[in-house]
């Protein structure tokens, strides 16, 4: 019998509904509104879970530190952050791409300015290329940057590309792609393998069926 209680943390907003209906249709019993209310720890005993609410990007500091044993979390997150967890899945959800984005016919200045949410993957990216830049962390609404003068470009994610086209700006390249991924804890995957893995294999069992019907 699977006793021990697992602490999942699940990332408020735009992954949350996605990543919930993955667990239910897993076999765990977790109710679908728990975002609504107010309350950021909720035990489900049902599922024997206990749900975390966090923001995204504090996802991976909880499984880190090992109060959350297992999350979800977008690969942006962790692209970024580089935090010491164990990344168990590619749930297949939650599908964008970080990209660099730029005002169409923009002249490019010897040492451009790049607005962005992920100093980190910016830097890397422009580092590769030899491009020196630099780089100004933003908190959101990075789009506003190239519109009123405060970088040259931007990176980030894109969705829908709604955003960038409503703002007359052109997707320039693709860093990498985006999906969702489930991230364990190093030593709750030890301490918790039975659980961690029968979780970890109904929901594989679920992205093999949606391949599947993607497929036909
Ligand atoms: C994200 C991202 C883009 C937008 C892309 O912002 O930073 O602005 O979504 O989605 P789209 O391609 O479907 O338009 P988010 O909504 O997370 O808010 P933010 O601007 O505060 O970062």
Redesign the pocket.
Known sequence: MIKDTLKVAVPK??IYKQAIQMFRKAGFDIPIDLEEGRKLVISIPTANMEFILAKPVDVPTYVEYGVADIGVVGKDVLMEDGRDVYELLDLGIAR?RMSVIGMPDWEQPIYPRVAT?YPAVASAYFRERGQQVEVIKL?????LAPLIGLADRIV???????????NGLVEMETIFDITSRLIANRVSYRMKNEPIQHLCDQLQHIINESAQSERV
Do not use: P, Q
């Not at 908190?139 to 789009?143: A, L, M, Q, R, T």
């Open positions: 907003g735009r964008c949410k908190n959101g609404s990075i789009e980030d994610m894109v969705e829908t590309g709604t955003t960038i086209r409503e």
